[in-house]
């Protein structure tokens, strides 16, 4: 008789044999395929005129970290463009946008004023050799340990930061400023409404542009941030002693570069695979960005790392998907920059790109998360690991500092749920002279410090039995714990057995046990 599962049971064929995690690669890699985009004319337009958004934006901005890090402004405008163009083919999030940026001219600032330009170009390809060989190492994979509260904390501190970014632009400006400000945000608010055809900020900063320099309205201008290169990069080799003393000067600088860029780039990465709905692989991200920053150091850039600004004009404002947008911001800023069109862009005034930058605050910003009804249903902790990470971020304008304070939070506050979950309990008595008890739960230093004073060693009988096999040993604390247990039933005169441990705690209890001494 045939079954009538046959059907059902019979082996599967390798197509169906795929993972929901490959079907839904195979649905990103689409997503974001450079090739999908090339064959798509209203894709690749997407992508075209938002590396031309990017690259306008990105043009004050290098030259403000310039000087933060007290650089030359070609310094920073170099490192937008070497940056952009080496991560869209080395990098591993499609159409992140990396460049200068002020969280590593804050790290680099000190060795420039210091010891001068030299130090500082070797700083940044030390700290490139230090990101690749911290990728491939693996570190990338460390991006799963931050819980939900800080990165909701991360999102919330980039929208203020953003924002308070362009308070300088906005205070003590005159009235026409803040009148075009109005206007850009209500073209940007608007007209998505009626077409999408070209991106909402470009049209903003074109149109006040046309306006601005054809009434002849005075206001600060890109031009006024910094004189504009007009030459290409060169390559640049630093002119540093090969010796001891030159490491111990740059390392420290480096290796603050390297974690710094690589945290605030893999939380961007993972960012706009959250807005995306795609996955990309975290360590070539990781030793992307560490051999872009050699490639920038080499053509004289101040390095740098993800710009979550851009990244979010990029993605969720002008909704590009592919490495083409990232490689094109390069290239266009380059074009601009380099083929006359410096004078042009000089005009543009700030106003417009203020606009668009307080459009990516209000949109970056998880409003949903200070909503009264989120409050009230989320766990008090969870609420204040958030505003904690905010808090800091905002602080110290720093989001590596704000994330590793919201990381170690959790983690103490994970520690404490997890050491209320061990539990002693008394489960028999076999005969007047035995007694039993089981101890389930996860032991590792927080939970096993409190399981000595949980047995009663005065009035137990002659053997005790403890039965582990609801439980699981982790750390060397409570393999030093479980020795005090029984070197107290000892010391009254009764004998203490341990049954029931699995594999690898039978291993890590019979190979420390008895040999951690009184101190531990």
Same mark, same amino acid.
């Given at each position: 008789?045939?079954?009538?599962?046959? %059907?059902?049971?019979?082996?599967?064929?390798?197509?169906?044999?795929?993972?929901?995690?490959?079907?839904?690669?195979?649905?990103?890699?689409?997503?974001?395929?450079?090739?999908?985009?090339?064959?798509? =004319?209203?894709?690749?337009?997407?992508?075209?005129?938002?590396?031309?958004?990017?690259?306008?934006?990105?043009?004050?901005?290098? *030259?403000?970290?310039?000087?933060?890090?007290?650089?030359?402004?070609?310094?920073?405008?170099?490192?937008?463009?070497?940056?952009?163009?080496?991560?869209?083919?080395?990098?591993?999030?499609?159409?992140?946008?990396?460049?200068?940026?002020?969280?590593? !001219?804050?790290?680099?600032?000190?060795?420039?004023?210091?010891?001068?330009?030299? &130090?500082?170009?070797?700083?940044?390809?030390?700290?490139?050799?230090?990101?690749?060989?911290?990728?491939?190492?693996?570190?990338?994979?460390?991006?799963?340990?931050?819980?939900?509260?800080?990165?909701?904390?991360?999102?919330?501190?980039?929208?203020?930061?953003?924002?308070?970014?362009? #308070?300088?632009?906005?205070?003590?400006?005159?009235?026409?400023? &803040?009148?075009?400000?109005? *206007?850009?945000? /209500?073209?940007?608010?608007?007209? =998505?409404?009626?077409?999408? !055809?070209? =991106?909402?900020?470009?049209?903003?900063?074109?149109?006040?542009?046309?306006?601005?320099?054809?009434?002849?309205?005075?206001?600060?201008?890109?031009?006024?941030?910094?004189?504009?290169?007009?030459?290409?990069?060169? #390559?640049?080799?630093?002119?540093?002693?090969?010796?001891?003393?030159?490491?111990?000067?740059?390392?420290?600088?480096?290796? !603050?570069?390297?974690?710094?860029?690589?945290?605030?780039? #893999?939380?961007?990465?993972?960012?706009?695979?959250?807005?995306?709905?795609?996955?990309?692989?975290?360590?070539?991200?990781?030793?992307?960005?560490?051999?872009?920053?050699?490639?920038?150091?080499?053509?004289?850039?101040?390095?740098?790392? /993800?710009?979550?600004?851009?990244?979010?004009?990029?993605?969720?404002?002008?909704?590009?998907?592919?490495?083409?947008?990232?490689?094109?911001?390069?290239?266009?800023?380059?074009?601009?920059?380099?083929?006359?069109?410096?004078?042009?862009?000089?005009?543009?005034?700030?106003?417009?790109?203020?606009?668009?930058?307080?459009?990516?605050?209000?949109?970056?910003?998880?409003?949903?998360?200070?909503?009264?009804?989120?409050?009230?249903?989320?766990?008090?902790?969870?609420?204040?690991?958030?505003?904690?990470?905010?808090?800091?971020?905002?602080?110290?304008?720093?989001?590596?500092?704000?994330?590793?304070?919201?990381?170690?939070?959790?983690?103490?506050?994970?520690?404490?749920?997890?050491?209320?979950?061990?539990?002693?309990?008394?489960?028999?008595?076999?005969? /007047?002279?035995?007694?039993?008890?089981?101890?389930?739960?996860?032991?590792?230093?927080?939970?096993?410090?409190?399981?000595?004073?949980?047995?009663? &060693?005065?009035?137990?009988?002659?053997?005790?039995?403890?039965?582990?096999?609801?439980?699981?040993?982790?750390?060397?604390?409570?393999?030093?714990?479980?020795? !005090?247990?029984?070197?107290?039933?000892?010391?009254?005169?009764?004998? /203490?057995?341990?049954?029931?441990?699995?594999?690898?705690?039978?291993?890590?209890?019979?190979?420390?046990?008895?040999?951690? %001494?009184?101190?531990?």
């Amino acid at each position: 008789m045939t079954s009538p599962f046959a %059907g059902v049971l019979r082996p599967r064929t390798p197509e169906e044999r795929r993972t929901a995690e490959d079907r839904r690669r195979a649905r990103a890699d689409d997503v974001t395929s450079v090739r999908g985009a090339l064959r798509s =004319p209203a894709r690749l337009r997407t992508e075209v005129l938002a590396g031309l958004v990017v690259a306008l934006a990105l043009i004050p901005e290098a *030259i403000s970290f310039s000087i933060i890090a007290g650089v030359d402004p070609r310094v920073g405008l170099f490192a937008a463009f070497t940056m952009a163009v080496s991560i869209a083919f080395l990098g591993g999030r499609p159409a992140m946008i990396s460049a200068a940026t002020g969280a590593i !001219a804050l790290v680099i600032a000190p060795m420039m004023s210091e010891y001068g330009m030299d &130090y500082l170009i070797a700083t940044v390809i030390l700290g490139g050799l230090i990101q690749v060989a911290l990728g491939l190492a693996g570190v990338a994979k460390l991006i799963r340990f931050i819980p939900r509260a800080v990165m909701v904390g991360f999102v919330n501190a980039l929208g203020i930061l953003i924002f308070l970014a362009q #308070l300088p632009y906005l205070i003590g400006m005159p009235w026409p400023v &803040y009148v075009a400000v109005a *206007i850009g945000i /209500a073209i940007m608010v608007f007209l =998505p409404k009626v077409t999408t !055809a070209v =991106p909402a900020p470009l049209v903003a900063i074109v149109v006040l542009t046309v306006v601005t320099v054809g009434a002849h309205v005075s206001m600060p201008t890109v031009g006024d941030q910094g004189n504009l290169p007009d030459a290409l990069p060169t #390559l640049f080799l630093p002119h540093v002693p090969l010796t001891l003393e030159t490491l111990q000067i740059i390392a420290p600088f480096a290796i !603050a570069m390297a974690l710094v860029g690589l945290m605030e780039s #893999l939380m961007t990465a993972k960012l706009v695979d959250d807005i995306t709905d795609t996955h990309s692989p975290k360590t070539r991200e990781a030793w992307g960005q560490g051999a872009a920053n050699i490639i920038t150091g080499l053509f004289g850039g101040m390095g740098g790392c /993800a710009m979550i600004g851009q990244t979010m004009i990029n993605v969720k404002v002008s909704g590009a998907r592919t490495r083409i947008s990232t490689f094109l911001a390069g290239v266009f800023l380059l074009l601009i920059l380099v083929l006359g069109l410096g004078d042009v862009v000089a005009v543009i005034p700030m106003a417009a790109l203020v606009a668009v930058m307080i459009m990516v605050s209000v949109r970056t910003f998880d409003w949903h998360s200070i909503q009264p009804s989120t409050w009230v249903r989320m766990p008090r902790t969870y609420t204040a690991i958030m505003v904690a990470t905010v808090a800091v971020t905002v602080a110290t304008d720093n989001l590596a500092f704000g994330v590793m304070t919201g990381v170690v939070l959790s983690a103490l506050d994970f520690v404490r749920h997890v050491a209320h979950f061990t539990e002693v309990v008394a489960v028999a008595h076999p005969d /007047a002279d035995t007694r039993v008890y089981a101890v389930v739960g996860e032991l590792f230093f927080a939970s096993s410090n409190d399981l000595i004073f949980q047995f009663d &060693y005065t009035g137990d009988p002659k053997n005790v039995i403890i039965d582990m096999s609801g439980s699981h040993i982790w750390d060397v604390t409570t393999v030093a714990t479980l020795d !005090a247990i029984t070197t107290k039933y000892a010391a009254k005169g009764k004998t /203490a057995t341990i049954i029931g441990m699995n594999e690898a705690s039978t291993r890590r209890h019979e190979h420390l046990a008895g040999h951690l %001494g009184a101190g531990h």
